[in-house]
């Protein structure tokens, strides 16, 4: 396992529709973060009806130090499975922070930096098991944040799923974090932090299947 990094305080907000799977992504990732790493992490959640598509969204603030206001306010990463998501809360993300989208069904930005992948499409296409999509997601976010440990999530998705659908789920996280790691690159080349001055970078990446 990766030795465990630093954090002041860094906010990662989940977002898409119903039936995407969005509050389990939400309670698999802070699973991970929390049991599996040991950071100090709060989870929020809202959604709406999912069988009328309504909007979905988990919020976590993940620190190393105990956390004293826990709903996020300055997203450091924001993962945008719907046009409506990413509409709405773009607006939420820092300056310097980091915008994932779904890039078949996200197909306005309102930034030209920002990563992507075809989510849904490589659930269809691959898995065969469009429930599984929230598990590719799941793998990506493991490769695009450096203080993640993909050995702790792997263990979360083996801790937390019912046995019937573990092994399929696993599949799904590897390719999630095998697409990232082909077609958005080494996290350091796009990741901004906080000292990394006023040289931008142009991430846009999108991945074809």
């Not at 499409?121 to 490769?143: C, D, F, R, Y």
């Not at 801790?159 to 990232?180: H, M």
């Amino acid at each position: 396992m990766k030795e465990r990094m630093i954090l002041d305080r860094f906010e990662i907000r989940l977002s898409g529709t119903g039936g995407q799977g969005i509050l389990t992504l939400g309670k698999l990732l802070g699973h991970g973060l929390s049991i599996g790493q040991g950071y100090n992490v709060t989870q929020t959640q809202s959604y709406g009806p999912e069988a009328r598509g309504g909007s979905s969204r988990s919020d976590l603030v993940v620190s190393s130090q105990p956390i004293s206001y826990p709903k996020t306010e300055n997203v450091d990463l924001l993962v945008a499975l719907s046009q409506e998501a990413c509409n709405n809360y773009y607006r939420n993300l820092k300056p310097r922070g980091v915008l994932l989208i779904d890039t078949g069904l996200v197909k306005q930005t309102p930034t030209n930096i920002f990563l992507g992948l075809p989510f849904t499409k490589l659930t269809e296409e691959k898995i065969k098991v469009p429930q599984a999509m929230n598990s590719v997601v799941l793998g990506a976010i493991a490769w695009v944040l450096p203080f993640l440990s993909r050995t702790a999530l792997r263990k979360s998705l083996e801790e937390t799923l019912p046995a019937k659908i573990r092994e399929l789920n696993l599949k799904a996280f590897s390719l999630g974090y095998s697409q990232a790691q082909k077609h958005l690159g080494p996290p350091p080349e796009y990741w901004q932090g906080e000292e990394s001055g006023d040289e931008t970078t142009d991430a846009t990446q999108e991945a074809e299947i």
